[in-house]
């Protein structure tokens, strides 16, 4: 019998003084990375915000939340910790001495070799709308693989916006990489019959990365089924917290390497970082969704409290639009949007704050399932979950068919030059909007905009400013400069 089994079977307040120095114990055996298939305790506090910046600034393992029920879920082995959150003066309530212990992983879901045949597949079968290329590699050397599909895939087309799902920045999220399967098989299989379908492959680069991080996932296949962050020196760094913009500067990450939230030694210090951030750099998505669980939320940038998206009327226009569109577990309602502060707390060095921040990709975390399910549901609520991500995504690719503005400048008479061009959008309505946009080396800008009357400035080095007005109704604008 474990330590952990005997904790069970004893009555919790009684045990605080007797299991004070077992408690050590345990905390020094997580430290040393053999934890990680703790038990998952359900918190109701009284006041959750405060409870849920307590439990992040005590550097505890937060599983996921329930808004409604004012429920946090932490995963720990260790009663002290518990304890501890009393002696910080919050009131809670703990649904049962210890909550659940996860399950095993349901050997149905896909170990990260079975997922690279999957991606394989895809592309030996669909070689006419797809492309399969790894992206970077892992700290152990695993691919980062990434399916564009796409008419012309091997082309990079100017007038098709990019767009990126992509899923498991965190391993033990295994539900994640199913998600975007589901989304490559929708538009594979989808693409000779349904015509709407078509129409987003043909007129948009799509990017699927089903694992951003390989390493942390075969741990968890290797019996560590809660293991969160990559595979760096045995204890890992959280790659969502590993991102340059605001990395490490607003008590949303930790410095402690044991943390769960360690956000590695510097910036972008991680293998896996790096390869996101160059696919992002060089395809400049204009949305992202980076696929988590668990929780059922819509967050968008950024991360830092008080901190808003520049364009926040629009950004959080689509995230209202994309959470309305995704059905809880238990039926009853639809995803919370928010930012990472307002649901939950500050965050730094998120992927998708960054994106935002250096490329104005209008980047979202969804979080899926509820607490009912945790990191490791069983296989057989795997086909309801990503049915019901569907419309979010769909939401997306439809929405880059509605009011935006797709331009491209002459890359090929301008020249190297062309990168160094900006462009700014400015509302010449009643909304406002302004925002400057990179230009790829394609020569290619998008911005997603409300209708309405715009003024666009492009700027190119040593060439006049060029300025254009136009009006931006139900449809994609194309601007040829
Ligand atoms: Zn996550």
């Known amino acids: 019998m474990t330590l952990l089994n005997r904790h069970l079977k004893l009555n919790f307040p009684g045990l605080i003084g007797i299991w004070l120095g077992l408690g050590m114990l345990l905390t020094s055996t997580l430290a040393m990375g053999h934890g990680g298939n703790g038990y998952v305790v359900k918190l109701h506090f009284k006041d959750f915000k405060k409870g849920l910046s307590t439990v992040q600034s005590m550097g505890l393992d937060l599983a996921g939340i329930n808004i409604k029920e004012k429920l946090v879920e932490i995963i720990t082995d260790d009663l002290d910790q518990i304890e501890l959150l009393r002696k ?18 349901d050997s149905e879901f ?28 892992s700290i152990e050397g695993r691919d980062i693989w990434a399916l564009k599909i796409s008419d012309n895939p091997t082309e990079e087309e100017a007038d098709e916006p990019a767009v990126l799902f992509n899923a498991m920045h ?19 299989n989808g693409y000779d019959d349904d015509e709407e379908v078509q129409k987003w ?4 680069q799509i990017y699927l990365v089903p694992q ?3 390493d942390g996932s075969n741990k968890v296949w290797n019996g560590n089924k809660m293991w969160r962050k ?6 890992g760094v959280d790659l969502n917290r590993n991102y340059p913009y605001q990395w490490g500067a607003c008590s949303g990450s930790s410095g402690f390497k044991w943390s769960q939230t360690y956000r590695g030694p510097e910036a972008a210090s991680e293998p896996e970082t790096k390869t996101m951030m160059s696919l992002v750099g060089r395809v400049l998505p204009v949305f992202d969704i980076s696929y988590h669980s668990y929780s059922e939320l819509v967050i968008y940038p950024y991360g830092c409290e008080d901190e808003f998206p520049e364009n926040k009327e629009l950004v959080v226009g689509v995230a209202e639009t994309l959470a309305s569109k995704l059905v809880t577990d238990d039926g009853s309602g639809t995803y919370t949007p928010g930012t990472g502060w307002e649901l939950l707390y500050s965050v730094d060095g998120d992927d998708a704050s960054w994106m935002y921040q ?53 890359a090929a008479e301008i020249g190297e030059k062309v990168t160094d061009a900006r462009v700014t959008v400015e509302s010449l309505g009643d909304n406002e909007f302004k925002d400057t946009f990179l230009v790829k080396a394609d020569g290619s800008f998008h911005a997603v905009v409300d209708p309405g009357m715009y003024e666009v400035t492009i700027k190119v080095p040593g060439q006049d400013d060029v300025v254009k007005e136009i009006t931006v109704g139900g449809d994609r604008v194309e601007l040829q400069l």
């Not at 990559?230 to 204890?235: L, S």
């Open 201 to 204: 492959v043909n007129r948009n």
């Open 230 to 235: 990559n595979a760096r020196g045995g204890f």
């Open 110 to 137: 896909k170990s990260p070799e079975e997922i690279d045949v999957i991606f394989a597949k895809f592309a030996k079968d669909f070689p006419e709308i797809t492309t399969l290329e790894s992206v970077g590699k």
């Open 358 to 410: 250096d490329y104005r990709t209008i980047a979202f975390v969804v979080e899926v399932n509820s607490t009912s399910t945790g990191f490791h549901p069983p296989w057989s609520m795997r086909d309801e979950t990503v049915e019901k991500q569907r419309p979010g995504w769909k939401y997306l690719l439809d929405r880059l068919e509605t009011s935006s503005i797709r331009g491209y400048l002459d």
């Open 170 to 188: 965190h391993a033990r999220e295994i539900i994640t990489p199913e998600v975007i399967i589901d989304i490559a098989e929708q538009l594979l």
């Open 88 to 105: 910080n003066g919050l009131e809670f309530e703990m649904t049962s001495n210890f909550g659940r212990m996860e399950p095993t992983v």
């Open 212 to 214: 951003v991080n390989p």
